[in-house]
């Protein structure tokens, strides 16, 4: 089949890269609205066809699946009119941003077959999927909690917050390896600069209705980058440090067991300290095996991992924090004003 990638900009170029490695891309086309990126992207990949704009994309009949990887203000209206014209989509994350849109998207996209994917590159990610499955055997136990930073200095989107910029990652993440079952959806959000004027800072907190409570901090403003993610079962932890080039996941065989007290008010704890395991990771780019499994879907009739009810609730938890945050701050306001 025909593609066409509408944005080929510092992400976009990803995704054309890994669109030429598969083999159901017959033509590619690539539009921006920059005609200094769009040139850009034409020196690195000659081979792609450009396009003058979406509406010459979604007039060639060829072209069965688009791929949206402009600014997050945009999503929804690009992707309503991909949909209705009959194409294929994939939507670069944030997905969009209110759930309303969603919705709609998903509603158009079901009524006439057409598969709809969001971005979640993480849920491709192989230290993940491996994390997926040691949870699942039951390897660690059940989880008590789960602690992330995803910090850095940059890069400070004019249009959303750094929530809706880096929690997607996390919460995909956590998402997949809990599965469903948010009941509480908490944080604050703050520290406005002169680059962006939109928050900085996101300080989040979750609780599942199995118990298992997550807590995580997003920032565009740190001396160091920092994708790191803690998860404390009852019998082992994980450390997931996605910027260690080789050892990304460590498995630690340790855990606090309560003892049998001797006598009446007795209370004691045992620590346990045993071996350090850093499993063998797979190397495959976590981007090929989401644009392959976006095809495969196509292909077969079926949801893609990272579907749209996926991304659907990331965005409903995302809207959730953000509105409680927003009631935080009205509730202070009213206080002080008191």
Not at 41 to 59: C, H, M, N, Y
Not at 70 to 91: A, D
Not at 185 to 192: E, H
Not at 267 to 283: E, F, H, K, T
Request: glycine content about 6%; overall charge neutral; aromatic content about 8%.
């Amino acid at each position: 089949m025909d593609a066409a990638v509408i944005g080929v900009g510092y992400w976009g170029k990803n995704i054309v890269r890994n669109l030429l490695r598969c083999s159901e891309v017959q033509n590619l086309y690539v539009y921006d609205s920059d005609p200094r990126i769009l040139q850009a992207a034409r020196q690195v990949f000659p081979e792609v066809r450009e396009a003058a704009g979406l509406e010459e994309i979604l007039a060639k009949p060829s072209i069965e699946a688009v791929f949206v990887v402009t600014p997050p203000e945009s999503h929804f209206e690009i992707s309503r009119r991909v949909l209705q014209s009959g194409r294929h989509l994939y939507v670069e994350k944030p997905f969009v941003t209110s759930t309303r849109d969603a919705l709609e998207l998903m509603e158009t996209a079901e009524k006439k077959k057409l598969t709809l994917m969001s971005g979640l590159t993480f849920l491709y990610s192989p230290p993940v999927r491996l994390i997926k499955e040691i949870i699942d055997r039951g390897d660690i136990g059940e989880i008590a909690y789960i602690s992330f930073r995803r910090i850095n200095l940059g890069i400070h989107q004019r249009s959303v917050n750094v929530l809706w910029d880096l929690l997607p990652h996390d919460l995909s993440m956590i998402r997949h390896w809990l599965g469903p079952g948010v009941k509480l959806a908490a944080g604050q959000s703050f520290l406005k600069t002169s680059v962006g004027r939109l928050p900085d800072i996101g300080f989040v907190f979750l609780e599942f209705s199995n118990g298992t409570v997550a807590e995580g901090l997003v920032s565009w403003l740190s001396p160091r980058k920092t994708r790191e993610t803690i998860i404390v079962g009852r019998k082992k932890m994980i450390v997931y440090n996605d910027s260690e080039p080789e050892e990304k996941i460590k498995i630690y065989d340790k855990k606090v067991e309560e003892l049998e007290p001797g006598d009446f008010g007795e209370y004691q704890l045992s620590y346990r300290v045993g071996d350090v395991i850093s499993p063998r990771v797979d190397a495959s780019e976590p981007l090929l095996l989401m644009v392959r499994d976006f095809f495969a879907a196509v292909r077969e009739g079926r949801q893609p991992l990272s579907n749209a009810a996926f991304a659907l609730e990331v965005t409903a938890n995302i809207e959730m924090i953000l509105a409680n945050a927003s009631q935080a701050e009205s509730d202070k306001a009213n206080k002080e004003y008191r």
